[in-house]
C-alpha cells in the first residue's frame, strides 16, 4: 500500500511538473452597439472584430518554446460566423511556431509585417465608424484574390527577430499556392509571391514604423507611420502609396490624436486618399473597467466624386 501511494505520489509530482512547462490560454472579446450612416436605417452591427481564440506556449528547454494560436471571430448580433459563413472559421489567425534567442518563426494565418503594427497609428485601432486604418492603407489589400479580410497572408511563413533597444524586424512570405475565395469557395491562382517587410521602434514615447509589401496580383504597398506621447496625448500620423500593377500610384495620409482625459479618451483624426476621398473623425471611449469600455464616434466621409456621407455610433466592448 506504502509502495503504491509513493509510486502515485511521484506520478503526480512528474505530471504537475509537465503541465508547468505549458500554457493554454482562452480569450476573446465582445463589441456590438448601434450605428447609423446617411441614407441607411439604424442597424445592430460591431465596433470592433468579436473573436474566441486559444493561445499557449510549452516550454522546450534551453531557451526554447513552442508556442500556437487560433482565433475565430463571428457576429455578435446574429451570432454567426464573421461575414456570414463567407470567410474562413479561424478568420483571425491560425499559427504554429518556435521562439528562441533566434526571434520567433511562425507558420499559418495571420496579419503580415506591414498590416500587424500600422493599426496602431490608428486613433481608434481600426475600430467603429472612426477608424482610419482604411485610409492608412490608401485602400490597398493584402490578399485580393480571396475577397474577404484583406491584411492577411494565407499559406504564409512569419518571422519577427528579437528587440534590439526597441528596434524590430519582421518579415511575412507567402507560397504562391492557390488561395479560397470566400464569396465561391472557388480556388483561385496566385500569380506573385505575396511578402512583407517592416521595421518597427517602440522606446518611451516615440513609436515608429517603416513596410513594404507586395500582395497576390503584384502591387505594391509603401508606409512610414510614427506617433509620440506627450503627457496624456498620443500624436499619431501616417503617410502611405500603393503602387497598382494597373493604373495610376495612389497616395493617403493620416494624422490624430488620442487624448487621456479622466476615466476616458477623446480620439480625433482626419485621413486623405489623394483625388479619392477624405474622411474626419471625433470620439469618446469610456473606460468603466480594465477590460470594459463604451464608445460614441461620429465620422464624415467626403469622396471626390458624390455625396458626403455622415456616420455615427454607441456600443459596447468587453474583453475576457
Avoid: C
Amino acid at each position: 500500500m506504502k509502495k503504491s501511494l509513493l509510486a502515485l505520489a511521484v506520478l503526480g509530482a512528474l505530471a504537475g511538473s509537465a503541465f508547468a512547462q505549458t500554457s493554454v490560454t482562452v480569450y476573446g472579446r465582445m463589441d456590438i452597439g448601434l450605428q447609423k450612416a446617411t441614407g441607411t436605417s439604424v442597424t445592430m452591427g460591431r465596433g470592433d472584430n468579436n473573436v474566441i481564440g486559444f493561445r499557449g506556449t510549452e516550454d522546450l528547454g534551453g531557451g526554447l518554446s513552442a508556442l500556437f494560436q487560433a482565433e475565430m471571430r463571428f457576429e455578435p448580433d446574429t451570432g454567426n460566423s464573421e461575414g456570414n459563413r463567407t470567410r474562413p472559421l479561424f478568420q483571425g489567425q491560425t499559427r504554429v511556431g518556435l521562439k528562441g534567442d533566434f526571434g520567433t518563426i511562425r507558420l499559418g494565418r495571420g496579419l503580415t509585417a506591414v498590416q500587424d503594427p500600422i493599426g496602431g497609428f490608428d486613433p481608434w485601432g481600426t475600430q467603429t465608424v472612426g477608424e482610419l486604418n482604411s485610409y492608412q492603407l490608401a485602400g490597398y489589400s493584402s490578399s485580393p484574390l480571396q475577397g474577404n479580410a484583406g491584411n492577411r497572408f494565407d499559406n504564409a511563413l512569419f518571422y519577427n527577430t528579437p528587440s534590439f533597444g526597441g528596434f524590430q524586424l519582421n518579415a511575412t512570405v507567402a507560397t504562391t499556392e492557390a488561395v479560397i475565395r470566400g464569396s465561391d469557395a472557388v480556388a483561385v491562382p496566385v500569380t506573385e509571391r505575396p511578402y512583407s517587410l517592416s521595421g518597427t521602434y517602440a522606446n518611451g514615447p516615440v513609436a515608429a514604423m517603416v513596410g513594404y509589401e507586395r500582395n497576390q496580383v503584384g502591387t505594391k504597398f509603401a508606409s512610414v507611420a510614427a506617433s509620440y506621447k506627450v503627457g496624456m496625448a498620443n500624436i499619431m500620423g501616417t503617410v502611405s502609396r500603393q503602387d497598382p500593377v494597373v493604373g495610376s500610384n495612389i497616395n493617403s495620409f493620416v494624422v490624430g490624436a488620442d487624448l487621456g482625459v479622466g476615466a476616458g479618451n477623446v480620439k480625433v483624426g482626419y485621413g486623405q486618399i489623394r483625388d479619392v476621398s477624405k474622411k474626419f473623425a471625433v470620439g469618446y471611449w469610456h473606460n468603466l473597467s480594465k477590460r470594459t469600455y463604451i464608445y460614441t464616434d461620429v465620422a464624415r466621409v467626403n469622396p471626390d466624386v458624390g455625396r458626403s456621407v455622415n456616420a455615427f455610433d454607441i456600443g459596447v466592448h468587453h474583453n475576457f
